[in-house]
T-cell receptor
């Protein structure tokens, strides 16, 4: 069974203090790893898709990287508005190719 | 560009009643997915549909739950004879293809009295 584990569960940063969130996965036949941001009371907002080890994607202060066993979401010089829950999800092959398996998320709080 | 629209945003039902949750995908998206987020738990896949077809329902409870995506109109997630354990946030997502990013609506919060 596909498994996705995110760490840490919660992360508190000062504004400007860079850090990384981790997403480790155990799947058979990865067909994409997805990062989302979720604000309270809202649905997940798509950030990045990574398909193969070594791939990197960037958007503003966020950078996502992928290895064969894990993905990192690097946050450079975060601002209070980056506070949210960050979700990692994987899609695999087989009969459930449309299904995303999500991790529990990392709750990020950035203090001014 | 309208995103994925879900309604109602909040739904209250008494035990034994039926709940109908609606989802209109983004324009140009023909793939729809339903997920459930129980309190203190992560998002769990329920069902994947394309127009008039259920592609994967491996995450749907065997009883009381059904989903459809008709040729015309929104996708519907139907829960019959609701129980307290059905209280959760139900999210719909859509995409242009099975390996494309899924874009989510803001969910329907279902509360069972």
């Amino acid at each position: 069974e596909d498994q996705v584990t995110q760490s840490p569960e919660a992360l508190r940063l000062q504004e400007g203090e860079s850090s990384s969130l981790n997403c480790s996965y155990t799947v058979s036949g990865l067909r994409g790893l997805f990062w989302y941001r979720q604000d309270p009371g809202k649905g997940p907002e798509f950030l990045f898709t990574l398909y193969s080890a070594g791939e990197e994607k960037e958007k503003e202060r966020l950078k996502a990287t992928l290895t064969k066993k894990e993905s990192f979401l690097h946050i450079t010089a975060p601002k209070p508005e980056d506070s949210a829950t960050y979700l990692c999800a994987v899609r695999t092959g087989g009969t459930s190719y449309g299904k995303l398996t999500f991790g529990q998320g990392t709750i990020l709080t950035v203090h001014p | 560009n309208a995103g994925v629209m879900q309604n109602p945003r909040h739904l209250v039902r008494r035990r034994g009643q039926e709940a109908r949750l609606r989802c209109s995908p983004m324009k140009g998206h023909s793939h729809v997915y339903w997920y459930r987020q129980l309190p203190e738990e992560g998002l769990k896949f329920m069902v994947y549909l394309q127009k008039e077809n259920i592609i994967d329902e491996s995450g749907m409870p065997k009883e009381r739950f059904s989903a459809e995506f008709p040729k015309e109109g929104p996708s519907i997630l139907r829960i019959q004879q609701v129980v307290r354990g059905d209280s959760a946030a139900y999210f719909c997502a859509s995409s242009t293809g099975d390996n494309q990013p899924q874009h989510f609506g803001d969910g329907t919060r279902l509360s069972i009295l």
